[in-house]
Nanobody
Framework: QLQLVESGGGPVQPGGSLRLSCAAS????????IAWYRQAPPEKERERVS?????????NYADSVKGRFTISRDNSKLTVYLQMNSLKPEDTGVYYC???????????????WGQGTLVTVSA
């Protein structure tokens, strides 16, 4: 399993940008897909925002963020990034990164989770 730590969240105005980072430790990092999930409010189910495959060759996005968010990974730094542009109030939530074996598997296959970072989009 991997240990994951998110960073980069915070308050931002609508239309602004943030870049989230997910730093990993442990191995074998190159076997894991990394996904970003968000949750808001706490009682709501976590929604997958984006995922990147172990090699970085496959990415996918929720329809709500396509064209605004970009996921990338730097395997030499064991870090995945989520660049978020044109942020909207509905993007507000706690963003978690998660690691799962395989090519962007389903939710139940993500076994390692970070502690989350809060993104608040508000005027």
């Amino acid at each position: 399993q991997l240990q994951l730590v998110e960073s980069g969240g915070g308050p931002v105005q609508p239309g602004g940008s943030l870049r989230l980072s997910c730093a990993a430790s442990g191995s074998p990092y190159e076997h894991f897909s990394i996904a970003w999930y968000r949750q808001a409010p706490p009682e709501k189910e976590r929604e997958r925002v984006s995922c990147v495959s172990p090699s970085g060759g496959l990415t996918n996005y929720a329809d709500s963020v396509k064209g605004r968010f970009t996921i990338s990974r730097d395997n030499s730094k064991l870090t995945v990034y989520l660049q978020m542009n044109s942020l909207k109030p509905e993007d507000t939530g706690v963003y978690y990164c998660a690691a799962g074996v395989g090519s962007c598997p389903s939710y139940k296959n993500f076994e390692s989770w970070g502690q989350g970072t809060l993104v608040t989009v508000s005027a």
